[in-house]
C-alpha cells in the first residue's frame, strides 16, 4: 500500500458526461501528480500540483481541469466526456518538488465512458 | 520515435532464472532513472531508482545505467512467480525543464513456476 488513495475505483458513463476523480496523497506528500494510462499510449503525464497551486502541465486536454484543495487532496474533472477518454487515472504524490523521481501511485480510477 | 523505449515482451523465464530488463533513452537530460513494477489494474509501484550513472541493489533488485551508451537495466535474481508482472522504466531530470517522469511503454514479465 503507497499510501495515496484515489476514488472512485471504477466509473462509467456516457459521452457528454462530467466527472471528477479525486486523489488523497501521502500523508505530509506537497506533490501530487496526474497520469492517464491507456493501452496505446502507456502512462502520459497530465497535470501536477504543489502545496495547492498549478506547477506543471503535461498532454492535459481543455476539457480536463484539476486543483488541489488546502488539505491537499486534489480533484481531477473531466467534462464533454469522449468514447477515446476511457482510461486508467493514476495520481501519485511525492514530499516535494525536488523528489520528484520519488513518486508514490495510487491504485487508480478505471473510466469507462460509454 | 518515443524518448524512452522499452520492449514490451512478454518475457517468460522459468522461476529461479535471472531475468534482465532493458530501456533505452535519448534525451540526455536524464538524470533519475527509476524502476517500477505494475500488477494487473493495478498502480505502479516503485522499486527502485538511480541517479546518474552506476549500479543499485536492493535484495534481488540490481539497477544498472550507462548514461554513455544511454541504456538502463534491472536485473532480478532467483525470479519468483510473484514477480510475474508489467515493469516500466521512468526518467527524470530538471535539465530536461520537466516536473514529471516519463516512462518506458513497460515490459510484461511471466516467471512460470
Known amino acids: 500500500d503507497s499510501g495515496v488513495t484515489q476514488t472512485p475505483k471504477h466509473l462509467i458513463t456516457a459521452t457528454g458526461q462530467r466527472v471528477t476523480l479525486r486523489c488523497s496523497p501521502r500523508s505530509g506528500d506537497l506533490s501530487v501528480y496526474w497520469y492517464q494510462q491507456s493501452l496505446d499510449q502507456g502512462l502520459q503525464f497530465l497535470i501536477q500540483y504543489y502545496n495547492g497551486e498549478e506547477r506543471a502541465k503535461g498532454n492535459i486536454l481543455e476539457r480536463f481541469s484539476a486543483q488541489q484543495f488546502p488539505d491537499l487532496h486534489s480533484e481531477l474533472n473531466l467534462s464533454s466526456l469522449e468514447l477515446g477518454d476511457s482510461a486508467l487515472y493514476f495520481c501519485?504524490?511525492?514530499?516535494?518538488?525536488?523528489?520528484?523521481?520519488?513518486?508514490?501511485f495510487g491504485p487508480g480510477t478505471r473510466l469507462t465512458v460509454l | 520515435q518515443k524518448e524512452v523505449e522499452q520492449d514490451p515482451g512478454p518475457l517468460s523465464v522459468p522461476e529461479g532464472a535471472i531475468v534482465s530488463l532493458n530501456c533505452t533513452y535519448s534525451?540526455?537530460?536524464?538524470?533519475?532513472f527509476m524502476w517500477y513494477r505494475q500488477y494487473s489494474r493495478k498502480g505502479p509501484e516503485l522499486l527502485m531508482y538511480?541517479?546518474?550513472?552506476g549500479n543499485k541493489e536492493d535484495g534481488r533488485f540490481t539497477a544498472q545505467v550507462d548514461k554513455s551508451s544511454k541504456y538502463i537495466s534491472l536485473f532480478i535474481r532467483d525470479s519468483q512467480p510473484s514477480d510475474s508482472a508489467t515493469y516500466l522504466c521512468?526518467?527524470?531530470?530538471?535539465?530536461?525543464?520537466?516536473?514529471?517522469?516519463?516512462f518506458g511503454s513497460g515490459t510484461r514479465l511471466q516467471v512460470q513456476p
Open positions: 534525451n540526455s537530460a536524464f538524470q533519475y
Open positions: 501519485a504524490s511525492s514530499a516535494r518538488d525536488a523528489l520528484m523521481h520519488e513518486q508514490f
Open positions: 538511480t541517479y546518474s550513472s
Open positions: 521512468a526518467m527524470s531530470g530538471w535539465r530536461t525543464g520537466r516536473r514529471a517522469l516519463t
